[in-house]
């Protein structure tokens, strides 16, 4: 099987430098890059369109503002499945997460190595699983 190729969203925070140097460490997975706020360009980043049309699952340690656009975004383009592990999310933020998004799983309680294989096989009619 294929490497599963991985986005990281949030990749100037904590989590997601912890995430770039798993995913880059992990046999399972190809790591296509982290991408940030894009008013902080930091070398080694890379854009989040490039990344978004790479990537198989973008896992997302942001915000909820930023994890709901980063959501619509992806609903735009059709791809890749999300991973969110972010937290802050406000009434709105989850309504425009959960809008028909079968590709979108909101799992911040459940590892992310198995929130990526169950992002690859996603439960048809449902946008947001949550365990």
Same mark, same amino acid.
Do not use: Y
């Given at each position: 099987?294929?490497?599963?190729?991985? @986005?990281?969203?949030?990749?100037?925070?904590?989590?997601?430098?912890?995430?770039?140097?798993?995913? $880059?460490?992990?046999?399972?997975?190809?790591? !296509?890059? =982290?991408? =940030?706020?894009?008013?902080? !360009? !930091? #070398?080694?980043?890379?854009?989040? #369109?490039?990344?978004?049309?790479?990537?198989?699952v973008?896992? #997302?340690? +942001? +915000?909820?503002?930023?994890?709901? $656009?980063?959501?619509?975004?992806?609903?735009?383009?059709g791809?890749?499945?999300?991973?969110?592990? $972010?937290?802050?999310?406000?009434? +709105?933020?989850? $309504?425009?997460? @959960?809008?028909?998004?079968?590709?979108?799983? #909101?799992?911040?309680?459940v +590892?992310?190595?198995?929130?990526v294989?169950?992002?690859?096989?996603?439960?048809?009619?449902?946008?947001?699983?949550t365990?």
């Amino acid at each position: 099987m294929p490497a599963i190729r991985i @986005a990281v969203a949030g990749a100037q925070g904590h989590m997601g430098r912890a995430l770039l140097a798993a995913v $880059a460490a992990a046999p399972a997975f190809s790591l !296509v890059g =982290g991408f =940030g706020r894009p008013e902080k !360009v !930091v #070398d080694g980043l890379i854009d989040v #369109d490039a990344a978004l049309r790479a990537a198989d699952v973008v896992v #997302d340690f +942001t +915000t909820g503002q930023a994890s709901a $656009a980063l959501a619509e975004k992806c609903a735009a383009m059709g791809r890749p499945a999300m991973v969110i592990g $972010a937290t802050g999310f406000e009434d +709105t933020h989850l $309504a425009r997460i @959960a809008a028909p998004l079968p590709w979108c799983i #909101d799992a911040p309680l459940v +590892t992310i190595r198995a929130n990526v294989r169950r992002a690859r096989r996603p439960s048809p009619g449902r946008s947001v699983c949550t365990w």
